[in-house]
């Protein structure tokens, strides 16, 4: 994990190797971020390519053919309908992959602004966003989605979306701490000097340096996003019928639990990787950002 | 310090009017004809009407909200749309059941993290702290429900050891419900364990090098004292301070996992609410699990005066 | 303390240490940064360890105790005896039962030296209810006796104070107090004073001359010869990992035997001798893996001949003196009046 060393001797540092280039350099050179980055762009192709992938329909119910263990003309087995649960788990990476970034997008809509307002503004702004963020933060993030659910009905874009308030705040605090931290250094209050416009002040040198903690901090947080679809999806409040996700996967494995223990373990597999790939590519990217762009 | 101690608890006062108003606005979240929505797909209008007169929904949103947190502060949460029972009674009969549990995961928590985190902390880079390591990262990533299901495959169904159901209260009889507490404590308490002996860990390591240690050692304390003393107090404060954060994880997770070994527990009353869009009863949830959170982390905050003396004399 | 038989002053030494060798663990490999170390402390006296940072002063006071941060720093030979027992090779179990009952120790920075977590009566009673037994009860009235003794005012009151409510000098005091609780034969003072004030350090190297009465064995490790002169009865100079001198302090200050105490002396400032300017020691210590095979002080040495180039050993020069030079017979060197 951090067994990665952060501080590689620089084999070419020019002036030609940016800091981007220079992050991903490092980031490759770190076995289990690259790995995790593999197996994420993987899935991303697998969700993508689903029809082609799935040897069979994901929806075609077969009753003959219920509960089948893995093996034979079923790789992983078929569910209490007869489903192809191989097929289902290689859909399923569509709506598995797509919720984490509705809610990490919502969560950054929101928590990105209100941190620069706080981190630049400071005083009361700050100090009420601040509160308004602690308060969110003393929920657990399932059931501040869940109460958000319960309001505005169960879909996978309302359950992403109360995901994404939850984790606003979390994303809230990176950017205020990355902009404070860059507001009180030399060159903002030169470019005041010289008369730049806040507006523009943020667009060129605050959001350049806010980036890169933002960047990593969404990574984490998508892999949080999996958790959060997985277990909203398994109480039945999240992914909906007949769309499926390998959270829905799961929980259908678990009603089917005495009749056949096997469902179970795909899915949860694939979530735990999942969640494991984001969270060695958060660790990797956090320890790839040189001292130019690490902050906060 | 008592000082200290009141000025803690005025903090708590802003973040609980804010969690209080924001569950109040959920009503207001809720798309289309409120009352309507509420009261289901099925309802009469005479049944529409009357929940819109139950739930006020007439008066102006202010005086909504006024009369709403007035009955808050009473202790009155209430009705339930669909229970027609009391909010607070509700809730009442099952926060011991989600408490139990979320102790019981947070003692298992700690009892297995704090051990761990000393064993890789004193010797950082042994094969014990890689072993931690690569367990950590993996009890981070396992979502309880699946270690939850894997559970109930392994010692439910197949080694038929401990009940996959059936809570029984403590009052009732104190060694069946241990028996029904550890599979589900197990679950939720395996990522909190892995999160304590991480921090702790840390906190391990960076002790264990400090002058102090030293001199308990030129002393000729025994290995028990200079780690179970000196180290493990000085370490305190991460330590606490992590397990603490584990409340609100560990109650995230007993909503899942109280309905998978079907405790009836605030888990279960939530995700019955959630999909009847009960919101009184919603709102009642939030509030309850927002006090027990800060509530926690009110006494977290004021046990760093024991671990820190400084504190404490200021 | 001490039982009554044991106050006779003997000449059986307290401490002796032959031969040490440590090495540690550097980018250049294992190398030595002390080689060939001898020491004898004896009962009821004060010896000062003496020589500029670097020179292993500090790590030989830590191997007594076998405090030293393994693996980096690993003892490689020699013998550290306390009467019979060789504390180098002594089970970890037999060991730990001896510090802080047979030898102890205190350390240059009183503050981070004591437990932040705990009051000073218990720092105390800690140890006294390990090495003695005592009930929590006899500790604490043992404590107070103990802070009593090291010159705590209101010692009642004290004993219930975080190390964090006493001055630097106090919490030195209490360091103390700890560490010859159980009255040990032996105790290496680590630079006990460098971080206290001037008129703070006198006091607490008169405490310690106060406890030798008992007949403790004192290693005062220091590189202020100021200290040394003024408190110490016997001296021990050491450069570049060796011992090069040691004698009776007067003697030594008299007439120095080897060239680098010479200079050392020569950049004290000294009220008998009127001197137009400090003299300095030109260049450094060299690093522990760029050692000359001979005398290591031969690159900054005044006297350097070419019999320089061939090993020295540490000899005998009678009157209780030992020095490491082999121009030792030829030269007079200058030393300082008292």
New interface residues.
Partial sequence: MTTATAAEPELVSGPTAGPFRRFTRRLVRQPLAFGSLLVIVLLVITALAAPLLAPMDPNATDLVARNQPPGGGHLLGTDDLGRDLLSRLIYGTRITLMAPLIAVGVGALIGVPAGLIAGFWGRTPDWLLSRLADAMLSLPSLVLAMAIVAARGPSTVNAMTAVGLAFSPRIFRVVRGATMSVRHEVFIDASRAIGCTTKRLIAVHVLPNVAAPLIVQATVLLGFGVLAEAGLSFLGVGVQPPEASWGVLLRRGFDNLYMAPFQSIPSGLAITVLILAFQFLGDGMRDSLGKELRRA | MAGYAVRRLLTAVPLLALIGFGAFMLTFMIPGDVAATIAGESATPQRIEEVRRQLGLDDSALTQFGRWAGGVLQGDLGTSMIHRIAVTQMIGERLGVTVSLVAFGLLIAVLVGVPAGLVAGLRPGRWTDRLVTVLTTLGLAVPAFWLATILIIVFAINLGMLPATGFVPITENPLRWLESMILPGLAIGAASAADVARQSRSAVAETVG?????????????PR?VVG??VL??S?IPIVTVASLQVERLLGAAVVVELMFAMPGLGQLTVSAVRARDIPTIQGVVLTIAVVVILVNLLVDLSYAW????LR?R | MPDPANTEPSNAPALTIEGLRISAATEHGRVDVVDDVHLTLRPGRITGLAGESGSGKTVTGLAV?R?LAEPTLRVESGRILLGDLDLARLPRGEL??????RV??V?Q?PM????????VGTLIG??LR??LGMDRRAARERAVELLDRVGIPEPEKRVDS?P??LSGGMQQRV?IA??VACGPDVLIADEPTTALDVTVQAQILRLLRSLTDDGMAVLLVTHDLGVLAEHCDDLVVMYAGQVVETGPVDDVLAAPAHPYTAGLLAAVPSTARRVERLATIPGTVPPPHLLPAGCRFVARCPHAAPVCEEPVTLEDAGGGRSRRCARAAELDLEGVGR
């Fill in positions: 400090r002058d102090h240690v030293r001199t308990s050692r030129a002393m000729g304390l025994r004292s003393r000196h107090k000085n305190g671990f820190n003396p400084r004399k | 105790l405090l730990r039962a001896l510090r802080g009952r102890s120790m350390f920075e981070t030296s004591l437990d932040p977590a705990f009051t800690e140890v390990r090495h975080f964090f409510q360091l700890m560490a």
